[in-house]
């Protein structure tokens, strides 16, 4: 992987635009989610900006971790963004629209997973965005945790414990979720059909509590 | 009950990272053994592949890409300011270009001029002032496509080199840029009638044209200055019958050796004498 990678570096430093793409689809996916949690629904706009100097600027990329470089420069690039904002790089999902992402079959389905990807990806922006960082650039992004702390100018060991700290938070979410379901599921008289992604709204009180 | 398992163990810390590290992993790869599913399928989840609309930007990237590789085989200077010393640079050598080939042009034609007052040669002297505007109006157009690039691909785009590349390169094609526009923009009757059309007023070409000429036989001569290959040279000579004189006077210029080796032609050599 890494290794496809470097080679894809070179090839696109010497003009290959094929290998570019390459870069693109293999970096696109996990850098627009990580900065989702960072600046939320401008997150596109980052990302094509993050694109815009990644072209410029690739042939003074002078080796090392390229997705280390890349997502640099997108947490450059979002938090100009929050400063020309004057906001908080704090993406908080309030925990209703949490449970109704959670509910999206669809993409959970298509993934094979037990989550969809969205509601997992708001999951993770919930957390304290120290820990959904750390989360986000190690699991999503792929990035171990010395990397991990070069781009957030931190230790590594900080870079654990902020990841660990947001797992156990995490872990804790799903167990709110699934004794949620079991408590729905058996003594209520209609078994709520999980199918939409709106569900109603009583659905949503319990997690708040 | 995940927490509790997740925090029981000596093993959190590796335990966790197994997690994060296991997201990208294949999907098959089973997480650690004591690892929470739900936790791994959340992570995981969150690490899915790709999905259509996150890459709907690729376009967008890949023209960033080529932008930024036209603009790239230049350094890095800020090309806004330089750019009005290049385009003044590049018209300024244009402009002299012109002129002296325009010059050249104009001695060439009265060195013959003695031999036929009454001639139609006009043409070229008439023609070579004119280039010169035209010439150096053609320069800045021709740069203007290169910042174009610089624009559509990043704001602040820096790459002097390509602009100041221009320069020595827009000198040479300067230099031939006076003769095609006759061609192209003179309405003047004489030169459209006359001036063929693929004709370079190359004095090497002509060299060549005139080694060729002197090569043939006295009616071979005839029959080659009818061929379209020869009319750019009637067009210089300012007529087929001064074709000859005009030949000799080149090469005694350019090449006096092999005029030496073939050139034993009396009688023209006789009347280019006489009128010199």
């Known amino acids: 992987m890494t290794g496809e990678l470097s080679q894809a570096v070179e090839a696109a430093q010497a003009g290959d635009e094929e290998a570019f793409r390459f870069l693109y689809r293999s970096l696109q996916p996990g850098l627009l989610r990580y900065l989702t949690a960072l600046v939320g629904a401008d997150a596109e706009d980052v990302a094509s900006e993050t694109w815009l100097q990644v072209a410029r600027d690739l042939p003074r990329f002078t080796g090392g971790e390229f997705r280390a470089w890349v997502v640099t420069i997108a947490r450059n690039r979002a938090m100009d963004h929050l400063r020309r904002q004057r906001r908080r790089p704090a993406l908080s999902v309030p925990v209703q629209e949490l449970s109704e992402l959670a509910g999206d079959a669809d993409t959970a389905e298509r993934a094979g997973e037990s989550i969809g990807t969205e509601a997992a990806l708001a999951m993770i922006a919930s957390l304290p965005p120290r820990e959904a960082e750390a989360v986000l650039l190690r699991a999503v992004v792929g990035l171990d945790a010395e990397t991990a702390g070069r781009v957030l100018g931190r230790r590594a060991g900080a870079v654990r414990t902020a990841a660990h700290r947001g797992l156990r938070r995490l872990a804790l979410l799903l167990d709110q979720r699934a004794e949620e379901e079991t408590a729905a599921e058996s003594p209520g008289p209609p078994p709520r059909p999980r199918t939409g992604p709106s569900q109603p709204a009583p659905h949503a009180e319990p997690v708040d509590g | ?276």
């Open chain 2, 1 to 276: 009950m995940i927490l509790r398992r997740l925090g029981r163990s000596g093993a959190t810390r590796s335990g966790a990272d197994q997690l994060l590290d296991g997201a990208r992993g294949p999907r098959n790869a089973t997480p650690a053994a004591d690892s929470p599913d739900r936790l791994a399928g959340l992570l995981r989840a969150a690490a899915a592949p790709a999905r259509e609309p996150e890459l709907a930007g690729e376009e967008a990237a890949l023209a960033a890409f080529r932008a930024a590789r036209q603009a790239a085989p230049a350094g890095p200077a800020p090309r806004p300011r330089r750019r009005p010393f290049t385009t003044g640079a590049v018209v300024w050598i244009a402009g002299v270009a012109a002129t002296a080939t325009a010059g050249a042009a104009l001695a060439a034609v009265r060195l013959d001029r003695p031999d036929q007052p009454s001639v139609p040669p006009p043409v070229p002297v008439t023609v070579s002032p004119t280039p010169a505007p035209t010439g150096a109006g053609a320069r800045p157009n021709g740069i203007g496509t290169s910042p174009s690039v610089g624009v559509t691909g990043l704001p602040d785009g820096v790459d002097g080199p390509s602009a100041s590349g221009a320069g020595p390169v827009g000198g040479e094609p300067a230099a031939t840029s006076p003769a095609p526009t006759p061609g192209l923009g003179e309405p003047d009757p004489d030169a459209t009638v006359q001036v063929g059309p693929g004709n370079s007023s190359n004095t090497a070409d002509r060299a060549g044209h005139c080694r060729a000429y002197l090569s043939k036989s006295e009616r071979q001569r005839e029959k080659a200055l009818q061929t379209p290959a020869f009319n750019e040279l009637v067009v210089a000579a300012g007529g087929a019958e001064h074709v000859l004189a005009y030949c000799q006077q080149l090469l005694t210029e350019v090449d006096p050796a092999w005029l030496a080796k073939h050139g034993p032609t009396p009688a023209p050599s006789a009347t280019g004498d006489a009128t010199s």
